[in-house]
């Protein structure tokens, strides 16, 4: 089946009846050159409608130092540092283990360690946290397990990092490690340090890479190298003694969502809604024209206690901010409310026609990896 430029030409603007929409479809499955053109075509679209922003690195791991343990060993050295209490299993499970650890020496106690670390983590986590390094959104995971309260930052600042400094925090950042050393990169955040101390030209990191307790590095190499990560950052301290003081809502600026999310970002409301209400109901609750919390006075009541259509739009204004605040977050993660039809070549994963790199394993993707999946084989 052929088509003509003119037919193609409509489906290319969006301009297509859904009937042209099945033929030019249709007539890509037997002709690869239509087929290519199409997925340029939409690859480029995509691209250009996330244009306003860059997705957040949340999948991107963090891996550029022996045998892919950096963020382990900066966790280690906060634990270290900070000498938290361990409860359950230690960190590490022996002197000796700890030394083969460190030394990256190819001994029985090492794996030990590593088994003793996938117990402790799910399979879908500890994957991460070994052989391929430290998916961002799990750092921190250990000073968990060890006692301490750790929070994620995107877009941090250095004086977030001084103020967690002064309160004996410890600060572990993401960044590309050959732009810290100055060199050219291709700018993907692949290597975790802990920050130790700052001056007015340079930065102390412990850097897991060179072995040593310290190295200091100019800031004019630090903040490109960070940026890389969007300025990511995991501070840990003392659970009950760790400031706590979110801005979530700055990882949202310039997030717009299309009509049919917005509709999605109601339906998401309603649906809150209902679920908070059957927990109430659960619990004893009933209508009232107002709440009431304590049973030794009445009854226990809840003024929004009623169906989501019956609530004034400043009662509703909490559950649409939630929706519409995670579905823009979604977005902002570099995730699309579709199922991906491609693979990426060299880890397998799904990945999307308008990403840039793979998520999963950092892999610069060709137009050529999109037209090569078993989907389109």
């Not at 479809?25 to 250009?48: C, H, W, Y």
Request: proline letters at 5%.
């Amino acid at each position: 089946m052929t088509i003509s430029e003119e037919l193609l030409e409509k489906y290319l603007l969006g301009e297509a009846s859904l009937l042209e929409v099945s033929q030019v479809k249709k007539a890509a499955e037997s002709d690869p050159e239509l087929a290519e053109k199409l997925l340029v075509a939409e690859r480029f679209n995509k691209m250009i409608d996330e244009e306003e922003f860059e997705e957040l690195p949340l999948q991107r791991m963090a891996a550029a130092s022996q045998d892919n343990m950096c963020v382990i060993q900066c966790e280690r050295r906060i634990i270290q540092d900070m000498r938290a209490s361990r409860r359950g299993r230690t960190l590490l499970t022996s002197l000796k283990e700890e030394k083969a650890f460190v030394d990256g020496q190819s001994d029985p106690g090492k794996e030990a360690w590593i088994r003793n670390l996938e117990k402790r983590f799910p399979k879908k986590d500890s994957e991460w946290l070994t052989e391929k390094g430290t998916a961002l959104f799990n750092i921190g995971r250990i000073l968990e397990e060890n006692g301490l309260t750790a929070t994620r930052h995107f877009m941090s600042g250095l004086d977030e990092i001084k103020k967690a400094l002064s309160r004996h925090e410890g600060v572990i950042v993401v960044l590309n490690e050959r732009m810290l050393l100055g060199e050219e990169s291709n700018g993907i955040p692949d290597h975790a340090v802990c920050v130790l101390s700052i001056g007015d030209n340079s930065i102390c990191l412990f850097n897991p890479s060179t072995g040593r307790e310290m190295d200091e590095y100019p800031l004019q190499n630090f903040f490109p190298a960070w940026e890389t990560s969007h300025k990511y950052a995991v501070m840990a301290g003392r659970r009950g003694s760790k400031k706590y003081n979110p801005h979530p809502k700055k990882l949202l600026k310039g997030i717009e969502l299309p009509d049919d999310l917005n509709n999605l970002a109601e339906a998401l409301s309603e649906f809150a809604h209902d679920t908070w209400a059957e927990e109430k109901i659960r619990k004893g609750y009933r209508y009232g024209p107002t709440t009431n919390d304590d049973k030794t006075k009445g009854p226990l009541t809840h003024r929004d206690l009623r169906p989501y259509s019956e609530l004034t739009e400043a009662e509703k204004v909490y559950d649409r901010d939630m929706s519409d605040s995670i579905l823009k977050l979604v977005k902002r993660l570099g995730f699309t409310l579709d199922k991906p039809n491609h693979t990426c070549p060299l880890c397998g994963k799904p990945v999307y026609l308008q990403w840039r790199y793979c998520s999963y394993c950092g892999h610069f993707l060709e137009l050529s990896d999109f037209l090569n999946t078993k989907e389109n084989r």
